[in-house]
């Protein structure tokens, strides 16, 4: 079955680090992958995304403090995240750009606080 599955999410202190995985089930090469997050506003927003070719893109929220990556040969997305704020709270999603209903998956909950 095609899917994706977040891991790596956590509690954190404001101003840690945490690095989220994605381990999908393959096919997403040609594809643009990206990293959502549903937070307080219980909207889910894009925060970053990366080609296939490797051109990353990022909301001006986490710009300078995520980084998106792709691993196509380990089927795999990562976002590193560092200097998190309590405002980075939030469960975080991948999956392809644009998003496909049948591909949202359970999410990975990132919780900043002190």
């Known amino acids: 079955q095609v899917q994706l599955v977040e891991s790596g999410g956590g509690l954190v202190q404001p101003g840690g680090s945490l690095k989220l995985s994605c381990v999908t089930s393959?096919?997403?090469?040609?594809?643009?992958m990206a990293w959502y997050r549903q937070g307080t506003g219980n909207r889910r927003t894009v925060i970053a995304t990366?080609?296939?070719?490797?051109?990353?893109d990022y909301d001006e929220d986490v710009r300078g403090r995520f980084t998106i990556s792709r691993d196509d040969a380990k089927n795999t997305v990562s976002l590193a995240m560092n200097d998190l704020k309590p405002e980075d709270t939030a469960v975080y999603f991948c999956?392809?750009?644009?998003?496909?209903?049948?591909?949202w998956g359970q999410g990975a909950q990132v919780t900043v606080t002190s």
């Open positions: 990366v080609s296939h070719t490797g051109y990353a």
């Open positions: 393959g096919g997403f090469s040609r594809n643009t």
């Open positions: 999956t392809v750009r644009p998003p496909l209903r049948a591909l």
